[in-house]
Antibody, heavy 123, light 107 residues
Framework: EVQLLESGGGLVQPGGSLRLSCAASGFTFSSFAMSWVRQAPGKGLEWVSGISGSGGSTDYADSVKGRFTISRDNSKHTLYLQMNSLRAEDTAVYFC????????????????WGQGTLVSVSS | DIQMTQSPSSLSASVGDRVTITCRASQSIGSYLNWYQQKPGKAPKLLIYAASSLKSGVPSRFFGIGSGTDFTLTISSLQPEDFATYYCQQSYSAPLTFGGGTKMEIK
């Protein structure tokens, strides 16, 4: 059974830092790209960052570029999101999600999601 | 970035109703369109991928259609467990983007 378990959320002051983790099990972690998706209170879903299975390719939303860093440790089956220079607008539940490619390999969807971890940025 | 616009943003319906949600892309995305369902306090769940392919295990009352810029998700006969928020998501080009969501409520 595929499981994704996020941790590391909490209350942090503006300008502070936080590192989120997502522990994966039930699948060959290194074979799948992963992403972080967030949801501000009462709002919709926003993709934050993605990383390839090997970790060699990463991408970020403009809203977090230069402040957040995605990484993974395939030996530990764990995905990370290092968040620096946090702002009030970063307050959200952060989900990790597994990407599944199909067809010719260019189409994909998120087939598994974690339960989310809440990050609150406030003084 | 490709903008995804869903309508309506909210919808009141009764058990047994047939309902349709629309998702429009700001440019053509072929069939690179997925639909998710999210219940309060829970993670999203995939319903439909490639615009019209039903994920295994999803009830056949869910139906997706569309290509290019216009897509729809139809629920043929609403069940109590279907009251949730629905999101479309394009996987045509980076950055991937979601629609703003359609909240389905009980009338």
């Amino acid at each position: 059974e595929v499981q994704l378990l996020e941790s590391g959320g909490g209350l942090v002051q503006p300008g502070g830092s936080l590192r989120l983790s997502c522990a994966a099990s039930g699948f060959t972690f290194s074979s799948f790209a992963m992403s972080w998706v967030r949801q501000a209170p009462g709002k919709g879903l926003e993709w934050v960052s993605g990383i390839s299975g090997s970790g060699g390719s990463t991408d970020y939303a403009d809203s977090v570029k230069g402040r957040f860093t995605i990484s993974r440790d395939n030996s530990k089956h764990t995905l990370y999101l290092q968040m620096n220079s946090l702002r009030a607008e970063d307050t959200a539940v952060y989900f990790c999600a597994k990407k599944y490619y199909y067809g010719s390999g260019s189409q994909y969807y998120f087939d598994y999601w974690g339960q989310g971890t809440l990050v609150s940025v406030s003084s | 970035d490709i903008q995804m616009t869903q309508s309506p943003s909210s919808l009141s319906a009764s058990v047994g109703d047939r309902v349709t949600i629309t998702c429009r892309a700001s440019q053509s995305i072929g069939s690179y369109l997925n639909w998710y369902q999210q219940k309060p306090g829970k993670a999203p769940k995939l319903l439909i991928y490639a615009a019209s392919s039903l994920k295994s295990g999803v009830p056949s009352r869910f139906f997706g259609i569309g290509s290019g810029t216009d897509f729809t998700l139809t629920i043929s006969s609403l069940q109590p467990e279907d009251f949730a928020t629905y999101y479309c998501q394009q996987s045509y080009s980076a950055p991937l983007t979601f629609g703003g969501g359609t909240k389905m409520e009980i009338k």
